[in-house]
């Protein structure tokens, strides 16, 4: 029988999000939401412990306005 360390050894993973306004009616009633990589809800990451990850984020802008 062949005997597999239970460990692997920790890689860089690179994920790129794409984040748009989109109309959408995740409640049945529609709106505009933030979209990523074209679906909501978002796309689901795994990652294993120790990984190295690097997340790059295209074409959205946040901007806070505060009363």
């Known amino acids: 029988m062949l005997m597999l360390p239970a460990s692997t050894a ?4 690179r994920e ?5 306004w989109e109309l959408g009616a995740p ?3 529609m709106r505009e939401l933030i979209k990523m990589n ?3 809800p978002g796309p689901n990451y795994v990652w294993d412990e120790d990984d190295d990850v690097e997340v790059i ?7 806070e306005h505060h009363e």
């Open 38 to 40: 074209g679906q909501f």
């Open 16 to 20: 790129t999000l794409t984040l748009t």
């Open 10 to 13: 920790a890689k860089l993973v």
């Open 57 to 63: 984020n295209t074409r959205f802008t946040i901007s």
């Open 27 to 29: 409640n049945g009633q």
